[in-house]
């Protein structure tokens, strides 16, 4: 078996999700190649190259593959993958974004989503919001597959495999990238963080989100939100649980102000252990909280953040 | 310009489903069905579309048994101006759901084909894909704004990251995500006429299509449950259970 993992970036750097790719091509076994693709990543291959388990990184370094648009990207997969059995990407925005392209362009089915490996073929899936586990095989020559980072810790970093140049060049007329609007923070990741804190519809205005952010610096957690939150303008879109947003599954995950609706719970309810804060005793959350709190967070927050 | 919307039957959102005795399925029987929550928002883009003078037709699309035509006069109810179905009782999953939509793509050749980013049953997140490397035409996924401007699309999209603009050369396809637009809800002189607007049926063999795939589901279980644990009385009860008891701070 050969497995090729397309290298997960942000802001043209290694993203963390990318270990938790590998962790999943190793259990299913066989070589294990990087293809790190982008304009200016040689720093981001090299950091490839450390992960354990890598066999070698590929690199096409590119301005037609900057910002990894899609058409770019599918294609020059479509080059690559005859060299390999099984091609992996994590479930970010770009993986789900470029991956299909290639399920497409080869004749097989995208296995979207991967929490387990059962064997090289079989697999499983969460479907409905994962309120049922699908166990699903792949009888296609080619298995295009992308994975939750949260069903595989992360390898370490003991490596040093070869990093080799692609030059496959593909061309792209039909799309251009204009502009990003990225948020900056110096917080950990979302999808990475040991502890998150989320707040919801009940934090009452974008300003209010500021109560979460000393209790954040002290427990070096990301912050969140529920749909609700953001769709009334509270916070950004990146900053959403659930879903149909991040999917988290960390140590300690705080909900506050959130009702607890299906769609939130699937992006979070994998996490260790989880508090809720809602003045509703009644809310749902509270069905999944290990530790609930009934009361106002306009008054629990600010002794929570003083008391830690 | 023509715009072709692909709409999918799914379970209503707010319905928790239950995994059959057996492990084979999902149970689906007496279950409320609606039009996936993401459709619902790419056929509001493409009435808007009409409305602001964009689009000049509308044209909605489903694959799926005979029921799914439900679907269908939804989306003719809320402005759509004829639909298709392609009706079969097969899973057909989303690689042969592309296949399908390319043909209709040929057939009818759109300026614009807006899909949902996923169906809220299997959370895929493919067909768009699949569709436009298929047809061979450019990508917006995950669109939260699509401005038209003459030759072109621009396509916001909500990345991991944050937002992210594109250009893309039309024909296009585009995939919604929820901030994109808030559906509008069918008036009830609408759902009348709708039952009068043109709504031709075909099956996957008219279009040499093969619904069949090589991915079997071998078994559907329940996630591990959790349990609820505890209220606990105040701030100075919970730092002291997460210090001692769950060990996490
Ligand atoms: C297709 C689709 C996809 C979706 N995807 C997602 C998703 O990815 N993520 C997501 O989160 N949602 C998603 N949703 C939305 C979801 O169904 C809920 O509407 C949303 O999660 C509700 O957000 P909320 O809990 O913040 O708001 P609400 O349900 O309004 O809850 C607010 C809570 O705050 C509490 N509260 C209010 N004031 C206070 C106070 N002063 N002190 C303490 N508590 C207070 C209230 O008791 C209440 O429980 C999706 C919905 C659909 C249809
Ligand atoms: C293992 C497995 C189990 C399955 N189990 C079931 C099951 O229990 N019940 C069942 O009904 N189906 C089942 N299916 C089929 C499945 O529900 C979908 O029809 C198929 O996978 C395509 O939708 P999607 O979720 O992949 O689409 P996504 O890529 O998530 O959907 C994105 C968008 O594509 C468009 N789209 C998707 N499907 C259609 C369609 N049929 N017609 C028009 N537009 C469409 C919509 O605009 C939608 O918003 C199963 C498939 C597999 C692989």
């Known amino acids: 078996m050969s497995i090729l993992v397309l290298a997960d970036l942000h802001e043209g750097q290694l993203a963390g999700a990318t270990a938790h790719v590998i962790a999943a091509a190793q259990q299913i076994g066989g070589d294990i190649d990087v293809l790190v693709a982008g304009e200016g990543v040689q720093a981001a291959a090299e950091a490839a190259a450390k992960l354990d388990g890598v066999s070698k990184v590929r690199v096409a370094d590119n301005a037609v593959y900057a910002h990894q648009l899609a058409e770019p990207m599918g294609a020059l997969l479509v080059e690559l993958a005859g060299d390999y059995t099984h091609v992996l990407a994590s479930a970010s925005t770009t993986g789900k974004n470029v991956l299909p392209r290639l399920a497409a362009l080869k004749d097989v089915s995208q296995l979207s989503d991967v929490i387990a490996v059962d064997s090289a073929d079989t697999f499983k899936r969460p479907i409905y919001a994962g309120n049922a586990i699908a166990t699903v095989k792949s009888d296609d020559v080619l298995k295009v597959i992308t994975v939750r980072s949260t069903g595989f810790d992360a390898v370490g970093e003991g490596n040093s495999a070869p990093v080799e140049a692609v030059d496959v060049v593909v061309e792209n007329s039909q799309s251009s990238f204009v502009k990003e609007e990225l948020a900056a923070s110096d917080r950990p990741e ?76 699937a992006g979070m309810k994998d996490s260790k252990v989880i508090v809720a804060i809602n003045k509703d005793d009644e809310a749902p959350i509270f069905q999944v909280a290990d530790y609930g709190l009934v009361g106002d967070l306009f008054e629990i927050l600010p002794e929570l953040e003083s008391k830690l | 310009m023509k715009v072709l919307v692909a709409v999918k039957r799914v379970i209503d959102y707010n319905v928790k489903i239950r995994v059959k005795a057996d492990h084979s399925d999902v149970d689906l029987t007496n279950v409320k ?44 109810a809320l402005g759509a101006d004829r639909a298709i179905h392609i009706e079969t009782d097969e899973r057909a999953e989303s690689l042969a759901v592309a296949k399908l939509l390319a043909k209709v793509v040929e057939e009818e050749q759109p300026g614009l084909v807006v899909l949902g980013k996923q169906a809220i049953d299997t959370d895929n997140n493919q067909t768009g894909q699949m569709l436009a490397a298929l047809t061979g035409l450019p990508q917006g996924t995950f669109a939260s704004e699509v401005a038209v401007d003459g030759e072109k699309v621009h396509v916001t999209r909500e990345i991991d990251g944050g937002l992210q603009t594109i250009a893309l050369t039309l024909p296009a396809i ?49 996630p591990a449950e959790r349990k609820g644990g505890v209220k606990v009385a105040s701030v100075d009860e919970l730092i002291d259970k997460l210090k001692n008891e769950a060990k996490v701070l």
Do not use: W
């Open chain 1, 190 to 265: 979302l999808g990475g963080a040991k502890v998150v804190i989320s707040g919801g519809r009940g934090m009452g205005n974008g300003e209010n989100f500021k109560l979460l952010d000393g209790i954040a610096d002290k427990l070096g957690a990301a912050i969140g939100a529920s749909r609700a939150a953001v769709d009334a303008g509270f916070v950004p879109n990146d900053m959403q649980v659930g879903q149909t947003g991040k999917i988290v599954a960390p140590d300690l995950y705080i909900a506050v102000g959130i009702s607890g609706a299906i769609q939130h719970l």
């Open chain 2, 33 to 76: 069905m609606a039009m996936n929550p993401f459709c619902e928002i790419a056929v509001e883009e493409a009435v808007r579309l009409k409305e602001k003078g964009v689009a000049t037709e509308v044209v909605a699309v489903t694959v799926g048994p005979k029921a799914a035509q439900e679907q269908l006069r939804t989306a003719l």
């Open chain 2, 174 to 222: 585009v995939t919604t995500d929820l901030r994109l637009n808030e559906p509008r809800y069918a008036k009830l002189p609408d759902i009348m006429k709708a039952k009068k607007k043109p709504l031709d049926v075909k099956t996957p063999a008219d279009y040499g299509v093969e619904v069949a795939s090589k991915v079997s589901l071998l078994k559907v279980e329940s």
